[in-house]
T-cell receptor
Framework: AQTIHQWPVAEIKAVGSPLSLGCTIK??????LYWYWQATGGTLQQLFY??????VESVVQLNLSASRPKDDQFILSTEKLLLSHSGFYLC?????????FGKGTRLTVV | GDSVTQTEGPVTVSESESLIINCTYS????????LFWYVRYPGEGLQLLLK?????QKGSSRGFEATYNKETTSFHLQKASVQESDSAVYYC???????????FGTGTRLQVLP
């Protein structure tokens, strides 16, 4: 069975500090991977998607970057956090248009 | 662009009452969108509740139903008799787009009172 693990579960970070969120998918080779973000009271927005290792496409610009260093790993990062980065981040993978999500990371920027 | 509009929450109903959460969509970049309802229970991750990939068909799961209506571009979620354990946030979604994107509604928080 496929599993998706996100880390950390929650983070409180200062404005201007760096951020790295991670996601690992097990049990599925060469998955399509996604990062989604939801601001408090907002809708889920797709930020990035990746079809293969080393290839990441940006969907929404939020001063964030993503990388896929391994087939089963997807990283979301920034060197300088903004207050507007606060929210809920979800990693996901897809199969035949159905999307499977991790449990998410709640980020609070103070 | 593609978009999904759903009932604004929170929605509060009493146990054993019926429920409908409205969802309408606009799919401009997807000729034949797949439609989904996702749910997030307290403390858990987002998970698929039901999906329908063919217009005119009905999907069902855990007592919930939704019919893919292409004429009215709607995919309303219904349940005849809700339970307290149905309290959660429900998201209507469509996909995939040409960027492999699934487009979500804003989510509807449902609270079922005992």
């Amino acid at each position: 069975a496929q599993t998706i693990h996100q880390w950390p579960v929650a983070e409180i970070k200062a404005v201007g500090s760096p951020l790295s969120l991670g996601c690992t998918i097990k049990g599925k080779s060469s998955p399509n991977l996604y990062w989604y973000w939801q601001a408090t009271g907002g809708t889920l927005q797709q930020l990035f998607y990746s079809i293969t290792v080393g290839q990441v496409e940006s969907v929404v610009q939020l001063n964030l970057s993503a990388s896929r260093p391994k087939d089963d790993q997807f990283i979301l990062s920034t060197e300088k956090l903004l207050l507007s980065h606060s929210g809920f981040y979800l990693c996901a993978w897809s199969l035949e248009a159905e999307v499977f999500f991790g449990k998410g990371t709640r980020l609070t920027v103070v | 662009g593609d978009s999904v509009t759903q009932t604004e929450g929170p929605v509060t109903v009493s146990e054993s009452e019926s429920l409908i959460i409205n969802c309408t969509y606009s799919a401009t970049s997807i000729a034949y969108p797949n439609l989904f309802w996702y749910v997030r229970y307290p403390g858990e991750g987002l998970q698929l509740l039901l999906k329908v990939i063919t217009a005119g068909q009905k999907g069902s799961s855990r007592g919930f139903e939704a019919t893919y209506n292409k004429e009215t571009t709607s995919f309303h979620l219904q349940k005849a008799s809700v339970q307290e354990s149905d309290s959660a946030v429900y998201y209507c979604a469509l996909g995939p787009s040409n960027t492999n994107k699934v487009v979500f509604g804003t989510g509807t928080r449902l609270q079922v009172l005992p």
